[in-house]
């Protein structure tokens, strides 16, 4: 095996000696084309193209789509000094019906830009606006059909004509929008709120107010109500599910400034008292709640005084009384004597307070916080000091303690809270390293592509060392021959022929003797002669 592979590297190497420094050049040069056309291919076939999703948007509106795009896990880049956001652009579709229905963005439009880079030399501006509100219009129809339970969409959109002159109000756009629903299927109010922010930013200068929404039978879809109890129970669940998401980024920030990035995970499950109760109290106070009496608003004093003529010696008696009513008088007996009468009447107002009160309907009733932390040594859970876990306890346990609400007549001791919080020290899957590097995104034709390009290249050498070998097998043997000199006889080796059919000892004598008669003729007539001679 080694000989055949030494005999075929020498082969090799001879063959390329052979060749001339243009011929070695030329070689080189187009196995260097083959590799570079092959990397352009691979490189092209495999990179992310990037197109617009939004653009003319505030600087701050950027960051909180940027920031929501990296929650989701979908790889983005800001252009335009941070006014332009690009996305890959087989995901643009669904990120503008996922974005619209958490209500962004606020500010900016849909890019439409392509129009003026595929728009025709000779095309007018009416042309123009003609073929860019349609394709609008059926961009947004291939949008809205991409939700759940959207069978088919038309949507229709009214643009004002622009004046001549310059005022200081610009002319509003309006969109009518006919849905064709799935049987059995009907839109959500957050869907509903997706198809209204997405017409709405597509547009230039058209208000939800000016879009009219409705289903093939004719029910029109609200933006700001509910259009049955399941949207209110929808409605219910967005708002217990919005409390949830609080409370979880401000425990999840708390716990990722304490443990660092990645080193926690937090879930909240929340208990919502959604009852609204509306009461009245009438109620009557007094103004001086320390002595307990209201404001003297009137007041009446009456005095009476009585002294009687010749009254009887003797011993006098006298008694003294009052009534109810602040009245006192002094009566006299045994004969004529002194009566003195005093009444005073006062009139006090107090305080009558009338309510009417109505309770908030979102209450927390009930509250259950998980977290799992990772050790700082994910491979030793006793790396974690109990300290940080008593501290982490509390914290959670002051959240809980303020979260729930006080009026439901709930018991909150700590044994309560305690058992609304769980703490789970465990190693993350996510945060373990790789053992292997990731595989090449390349797809299997370009492999496919070099191994054919490999077996041409392997193919062409082989054939052209075999004739390279066979000229100079032929090369040597005219040299040979040159040297014998031209007396020696030159020898042809015969080929036989396939296609001949086998021929008899007679037919070769024929042709021998015909060969002979052209060739030589006076050979010819001797042997004729001889044979002639002997008969």
């Known amino acids: 095996m080694n000989e055949k592979l030494k005999r075929s590297l020498q082969s090799l190497k001879d063959f390329w000696n052979r060749k001339s420094k243009k011929q070695k050049t030329l070689g080189i040069s187009s196995v260097i084309l083959i590799v570079l056309v092959a990397a352009a291919g691979t490189y092209f076939a495999t990179r992310t193209k990037y197109v617009p999703l939004y653009s003319g948007l505030d600087v701050t509106e950027t960051g909180s789509i940027k920031e929501e795009l990296d929650n989701e896990g979908v790889d983005s880049k800001v252009t335009d000094g941070g006014k332009t956001i690009e996305v890959p652009e087989d995901q643009v579709d669904n990120l503008k019906v996922t974005l ?10 849909i890019d439409y830009s392509f129009f003026s880079k595929n728009a025709s030399f000779g095309m007018t501006d009416n042309e123009f606006n003609v073929v860019k509100l349609d394709a609008m219009q059926t961009e947004l129809e291939n949008l809205i059909e991409q939700m759940d339970g959207v069978e088919k969409a038309k949507v229709m959109i009214n643009l004002p004509n622009q004046g001549v002159f310059v005022t200081d109000s610009k002319a509003e756009a309006s969109a009518s929008v006919v849905l064709t629903l799935k049987s059995g299927y009907d839109l959500d109010q957050s869907q509903i709120k997706a198809v209204y922010n997405l017409i709405s930013k ?32 929808t409605q219910q669940q967005s708002i217990k599910k919005q409390i949830e998401r609080d409370i979880q980024q401000q ?22 008292d959604f009852t609204r109760e509306t009461r009245e109290e009438k109620l009557v106070e007094p103004v001086d709640k320390t002595n307990m009496k209201g404001i003297e608003i009137s007041a009446k004093k009456i005095q009476e005084t009585y002294k009687g003529t010749g009254a009887a010696s003797g011993t006098t008696s ?60 994910r491979t030793k859970r006793s790396s974690l000091p109990p300290s940080r876990l008593k501290d982490i306890r509390t914290m959670l ?4 303690r303020t979260s729930i609400d006080k009026s439901s007549g709930t018991s909150l001791t700590n044994r309560s809270i305690a058992n609304k919080i769980a703490v789970s020290v465990q190693p993350f899957a996510a945060n373990a390293p790789q053992k292997s590097e990731k595989d090449t995104s390349i797809p299997w034709w370009a ?6 390009l490999l077996l041409i290249i392997g193919t062409l050498s082989f054939f052209m060392i075999r004739n390279r070998r066979r000229a100079k097998r032929d090369a040597e043997a005219f040299e040979e021959e040159m040297a014998a000199g031209p007396e020696q006889p030159v020898y042809i080796p015969e080929v036989p022929d396939v296609n001949a059919e086998k021929e008899t000892e007679a037919v070769k004598r024929q042709r021998q003797l015909e060969k002979l008669a052209k ?17």
């Open 100 to 109: 619209a229905a958490k209500g962004l963005p606020k500010t900016g439009s």
């Open 202 to 233: 597509s547009v230039p200068n058209l208000p939800t107010n000016n879009i009219v929404i409705m289903n093939q039978n004719f029910e029109y879809y609200d933006l700001n109500s509910a259009s049955s109890s399941s949207n209110a129970y």
């Open 251 to 272: 425990v999840q920030t708390m716990l990722s400034t304490l443990m660092g990035t990645g080193k926690a995970v937090v879930t909240v499950t929340a208990d919502i």
């Open 318 to 377: 006298s008694s003294s009384s009052s009534d109810s009513l602040g009245s006192s008088y002094i009566s006299g007996t045994n004969g004529d004597g002194t009566y003195s009468k005093t009444s005073n009447t006062i009139n006090y107002e107090v305080n009558r307070i009338k309510r009417k009160i109505v309770e908030s309907p979102y209450k927390i009733r009930d509250l259950g916080v998980e977290v799992m932390v990772e050790p700082p040594d």
């Open 397 to 400: 346990a002051t959240i809980v």
């Open 447 to 452: 492999y496919a592509m070099g191994a054919a």
């Open 519 to 535: 060739e030589k003729p006076d050979e010819f007539a001797k042997l004729l002669r001889s044979w002639l001679s002997e008969e």
